[in-house]
């Protein structure tokens, strides 16, 4: 079987993602990494007045090209008050984001006048219109400030408070189902048997599924047996509207996924042409969609951000965006051509001139989970090329694929 390019598997993933359409509205409280189902109109306009940016003095100035040595203070206007208007060459003390009166053509701050007995002196010449804060000057009232398809940060909900919006129409939560298979698997804080490994990617693929805003359904380990394989799909199908495996994707003896899902579904096995990876599972068991993810911890988690992560949030209904590359400077030699795109463990440094420069992790094996703890992000190594020092590279950082 010929390999597939990362590309034409992550363009084959996108295709087969069908956005929810489904919707809910949900208080503010609770739309954080959500997904917005509608865009949002602002029913005001932010601000919704004109108001004074500083502390200090809001005046009227009748003419700034003959601008008084000294005006009176008139009035006070604190935040929530309302000030009467302001005649010419008079002043009013004023505080931060307090209407500004009628007649007022600028404010300048308290620690550019000297202040006496209800008469101040400026001591620089004001411009027209400083320290104002305009009427709608950072949302205009129907304007569009949040879009759908938005995976919702909490500055976008603070967004929506000051609009004075209650309640958002999102996206139910995406529900995935996490398997982990393997005989050889190890809850931490139970003694390790002979030839048993601690499950990792139960934790892993969990966290950043969670990350995403998915609802997990963690079914643990599944024994390596067809029957026991074939009872935890069916069961996570029925609960879910994803189902992830962890290992039992490959051609051993012990790996029992590619029939079970072949039996309750479809399934197509998918050899990429990266590494770590290679062996991708896709297709469906019952009603839902199904992701095979290689067994090693490593592979498992670099598959998982590079192809299941753009296909879950394209089915959440948000635009998967490609992490941005940094065109940095190599502090290492690769001397290794492999056929297949690399992703190598690194992290950046500040180099003698100071640059950025990606350092490796000394071990690249698909099982060393230490070098992805230790890793800031990954160089994207395209197949058939060698590296020397100094060489600019790809790097991608690891908190913009994790999201």
């Known amino acids: 079987m010929s390999l597939m390019t990362f590309d034409e598997a992550l363009a084959r993933l996108l295709a087969s993602a069908q956005a929810d359409t489904r919707q809910q509205s949900l208080p503010l409280s609770e739309c954080d990494g959500r997904v917005l189902a509608q865009d949002v109109i602002a029913p005001l306009a932010v601000p919704g007045f004109d108001n004074s940016a500083m502390d200090g003095y809001a005046l009227h100035i009748a003419d700034f090209a003959q601008v008084p ?13 309302t000030g009467q208007p302001l005649a010419a060459n008079s002043a009013a003390r004023i505080f931060t984001g307090a209407p500004v009166p009628l007649g007022c053509n600028a404010v300048v701050p308290q620690e550019e006048v000297n202040a006496g007995d209800a ?10 219109g400083q320290h104002i804060r305009r009427l709608g000057e950072d949302i ?9 398809g938005q995976r919702l940060a909490p ?17 139910p939560a995406l529900r995935v189902g996490l398997l982990c298979t393997g005989d050889e698997l190890t809850q931490p804080g139970q003694p390790l048997p002979a030839g048993g490994i601690y499950n990792s990617n139960q934790f892993a693929i969990g966290g950043l599924l969670s990350r995403l805003g998915c609802q997990v359904n963690d079914y643990g380990k599944v024994a390596d047996s067809h029957d026991a394989t074939l009872a935890a799909l069916r069961h996570a199908a029925r609960e879910n509207d994803v189902v992830i495996t962890c290992g039992g994707v490959s051609v051993g003896e012990e790996d029992h996924v590619k029939a079970a899902v072949s039996e309750l579904g479809q399934l197509d096995l998918w050899r990429i042409a990266i590494k770590p990876g290679k062996p991708l599972a896709f297709g469906k068991v019952g009603q839902a969609a199904f992701i095979g ?16 992560r753009p296909f879950l949030l394209r089915r959440m209904g948000c635009p998967s965006q490609p992490a941005t590359a940094l065109q940095v400077s190599a502090g290492f030699d690769w001397p290794r051509a492999d056929k297949r795109r690399e992703f190598l463990r690194a992290k950046l440094e500040v180099d003698s001139i100071g640059g950025l420069s990606a350092t490796l992790y000394p071990s690249q094996g698909s099982a060393v989970m230490s070098s992805l703890a230790w890793a800031g992000g990954l160089i994207d190594l395209p197949a058939g090329h060698t590296v020397k020092k100094g060489d600019t590279v790809r790097y991608l950082p690891l908190d913009q694929l994790i999201g």
């Open 69 to 81: 040595a000294s005006l009176p203070v008139v009035q006070r206007i604190a935040a929530g008050e």
């Open 119 to 128: 008469v101040i002196s400026l001591q620089t010449p004001p411009s027209p």
């Open 293 to 308: 993810l290689p067994g090693n911890p490593v592979s498992a988690f670099l598959t998982f951000l590079l192809l299941a």
């Open 140 to 148: 205009a009232a129907g304007s569009t400030v949040l879009q759908a």
């Open 155 to 171: 500055q976008h909900v603070a967004l929506a408070a000051s609009l004075g919006i209650a309640e958002l129409a999102v996206h």
